[in-house]
């Protein structure tokens, strides 16, 4: 029977399991699969054969070169091409690549961010291997998914913490299990990442080098028209924007990227894509590839794809909501079940989720830090920079419930009277969303909404793993530490005295308003407004510690981090003032000018004909106060942005950004959008939202 187009398509350039079975040896593909499931160690000889059979099918797919393809600091991918040539000395080439090639790389990695870990280390850099994530053909370039880490071990990128994270979260959940009775082989993540984006027309993006050098507009007049009217999420998809969701779901198809719904978002312009979850990390280098193919692709259809997490004022930012969830060999852990046993073990994670949240919601908010999320988080439009937690309305009154029998402790009772509620299917079935919350449950999983658009959703996850860890860390201890009672009567315990411990970081309501955020500082939850507010939790001598004990980063490399982070901050904030002072000076400000200066000789010509105009008049003269204004608004900007440059201690001069540059950003911007709509449309030198916005 001939397959349909997908399942013909499907994994055509992912060297995958199908792949490996037909062409590897029995004994090597076995191993193989023992190296990627289990973690055992590759040897030289497994390598050399894999290489061998991964090259003989890249080349039949018309590959010529190899990659290792990573993911430094800066959150996107890496990758520094290599033919497979090699000259045989007799005038002819071998297409070669070996066991060594595949499982070990040096980049010349010196440039890329380190927070100075490479120069307390090891001056180079190198990429290995990740075997759970399979090989794919990008561009006629076999691309081998990798860790970066330096000489000595240091993790350089988003990855390898990532890793690490899944590992100790694994470790204590099987701890957990065990005290269940269940010995799963397998205990991992399971993540869906909604990527929400932008696509607007090649010409305007061309037109605006805000967009071209930053990803968002650092100016631009309201809109006559935002998303007021609710038409665009959901609504029809335009015929251009079509033939480019059509040539992606194809593209990501072919590399076996689950891409699954498609739809128009809320603001203008704005779309979504959700996969079908995958386990943890090859869900988030699928997520990389699919933000690089959407930008790649945009560019056939005339379009630019923006990830920036608000590249309009007025209407919504992009996000990408972290859907999260754990499973043991394939059954989902956040899922309650058919009987008492099932939900009890449910609760118990339930429990650790909570109280890993509550007591890491700096770390998590820490995670999702961007000078670009900045605009969003507490916008009215995502989840607040508070971090609180939706449970719903079926799910609420059971841990309301739980929280308040506290007697239901007698020996020898059934699991219903410890208080294990029967919960409702409908629990399952949750359709009542709360949009309003950073993290919220969705009937079967965890769904973490802080994340923006265009981050690597490794440093969230590594949040989530390491906390979890540690709950069920905890949990073990406590059950460990009650030998001579009841399982079921001790971990009904720990999670009942877990949900009113942390009953603060529960919240239902809307968490857009303004109450919410009263109310939130009375229950002492942090509300870390800004980035640099943000970055200081991962260098709290208390998170350190946590890092430490579950071996997934080291003081150093935690150090290392948050200068980076501190860094990307103050870089691309200088990138933005340069970008304005630029704009304002030589386009607005000449614009402007220009405009005055037809107008002011219209209104003498008119004059000589003994026709005056009151309204022309006043009209030049606010523009030409208009043009002091942003000349005298541009300088300052200007001098502070020079002062920012010259701090040298990172946290200073983020503080800095956030108080005194990023005030000067907003003055600028709003002096030139103000005489916007002032200036006629052919003398305006770039396009201005209501083009962009709207177009066919
Ligand atoms: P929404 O209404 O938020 O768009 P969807 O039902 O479309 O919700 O699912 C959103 C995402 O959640 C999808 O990417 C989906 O694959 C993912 N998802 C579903 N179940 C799980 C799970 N157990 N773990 C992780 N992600 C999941
Ligand atoms: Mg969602």
């Given at each position: 029977m001939a397959k349909d187009k997908v399942s013909a398509e499907w994994g055509e350039l992912l060297f995958d399991d199908a792949d490996m079975q037909e062409r590897l040896p029995k004994p090597t593909y076995k191993k193989l699969r023992r190296v990627i499931e289990d973690g055992e160690p590759l040897d030289l000889d497994i390598a050399n054969e894999v290489a061998h059979a991964m090259k003989e099918w890249a080349l039949e797919k018309g590959a010529t070169h190899f990659t290792h393809w990573f993911q430094p600091l800066t959150g996107i991918t890496s990758e520094k091409h290599d033919s497979f040539l090699t000259p045989k000395g007799d005038g002819t080439v071998l297409m070669a690549f070996s066991g060594k090639e595949l499982v070990q790389g040096e980049p010349d990695?010196?440039?890329?961010?380190s927070g100075g870990l490479r120069a307390t280390f090891e001056a180079r850099g190198y990429t290995v291997w990740d075997p759970t994530s399979p090989a794919f053909i990008k561009d006629e370039v076999l691309c081998i998914p990798t860790a970066f880490i330096s000489y000595?071990?240091?993790?350089?990128?988003?990855?390898t913490p990532l890793l690490r994270s899944e590992v100790a979260l694994e470790r204590q959940a099987k701890r957990v299990l065990k005290l269940f009775g269940q010995e799963p082989r397998r205990v991992v993540t399971t993540i869906g990442p909604e990527q929400e984006y932008f696509l607007i027309k090649e010409s305007d993006y061309e037109a605006r080098p805000d967009l071209i050098?930053?990803?968002?507009?650092l100016f631009g007049a309201a809109?006559?028209?935002?998303?007021?009217?609710?038409?665009?999420?959901?609504g029809a998809i335009r015929p251009t924007v079509n033939e480019f969701m059509k040539e992606l779901d194809d593209e990501l198809w072919k590399l076996g990227i689950p891409a699954k719904t498609k739809h128009n978002e809320v603001a203008p312009c704005q779309h979504e894509l959700a996969p079908v979850f995958e386990t943890g990390s090859l869900a988030i280098d699928d997520n990389l590839l699919t933000m690089e193919k959407m930008k790649l692709l945009a560019s056939h259809h005339g379009l630019v794809c923006l990830q920036h997490e608000?590249?309009?004022?007025?209407v919504n930012g992009s996000g990408k909501h972290n859907n999260w969830s754990i499973s043991a060999d394939g059954k989902n852990l956040l899922e309650p079940g058919p009987d008492p046993e099932h939900n009890l073990r449910f609760i118990v994670f339930l429990a650790a989720l909570v109280s890993a949240v509550d007591e890491h919601a700096d770390l998590l908010r820490m995670s999702v830090a961007s000078a670009g999320n900045d605009h969003r988080l507490?916008?009215?439009?995502?989840?607040?920079?508070i971090i609180s937690i939706f449970l719903g309305d079926n799910l609420s009154p059971v841990v309301e419930a739980l929280i308040r029998?506290?007697?239901?402790?007698?020996?020898?009772?059934t699991l219903m009277d410890l208080g294990v509620p029967a919960l409702p299917e409908i629990i399952r079935d949750?359709?009542?969303?709360?949009?309003?919350?950073?993290?919220?449950?969705?009937g079967n999983k965890f769904e973490?909404?802080?994340?923006?658009?265009?981050?690597?959703?490794g440093d969230p996850n590594v949040i989530l793993n390491l906390a979890v860890a540690e709950q069920c860390d905890r949990f073990v201890t406590y059950v460990e530490n009650h030998p001579d009672e009841d399982f079921r009567i001790v971990a009904m315990r720990w999670a009942r005295h877990t949900f009113r411990d942390h009953h603060r970081v529960l919240f239902n309501g809307n968490?857009?308003?303004?109450d919410w955020e009263v109310e939130a500082e009375r229950r002492g939850?942090?509300?870390?407004?800004s980035t640099p507010d943000a970055l200081p939790a991962l260098i709290d001598p208390e998170n350190v510690k946590l890092f430490e004990k579950y071996g997934v980063l080291t003081e150093a490399e935690l150090h290392a981090r948050y200068v980076s982070k501190a860094e990307q901050y103050a870089k691309l904030l200088n990138i933005e003032a340069n970008c304005m002072v630029d704009m304002a000076r030589r386009l607005y400000i000449p614009a402007i000018s220009a405009y005055t200066g037809d107008l002011a000789t219209a209104v003498a010509a008119k004059a000589e004909l003994g026709v005056v105009s009151e309204t022309e008049k006043s009209l030049i003269t606010t523009l030409t106060n208009g043009i002091d204004a942003v000349w005298k608004l541009t300088a300052d900007l200007d001098d502070r942005n020079s002062t920012a440059r010259e701090i040298t201690d990172p946290t200073d001069q983020d503080n800095y950004y956030r108080d005194e540059v990023i005030p000067a950003m907003d003055a600028l911007r709003s002096a030139v959008d103000s005489l916007e709509p002032l200036v006629g449309e052919d003398w305006w030198p770039v396009p201005t939202y209501n083009s962009i916005l709207y177009y066919v």
């Open positions: 990695a010196s440039s890329f961010p000595t071990g240091e993790a350089l990128d988003k990855k050098l930053c990803g968002r507009t809109p006559a028209k935002g998303q007021e009217l609710d038409e665009h999420y959901f608000k590249p309009f004022e007025y507490g916008a009215n439009e995502a989840p607040p920079a029998k506290e007697h239901a402790e007698a020996q020898e009772v949750n359709t009542d969303r709360n949009r309003t919350s950073p993290f919220a449950f969705t973490f909404r802080m994340p923006g658009s265009r981050q690597n959703l968490g857009y308003s303004d939850l942090p509300n870390l407004k």
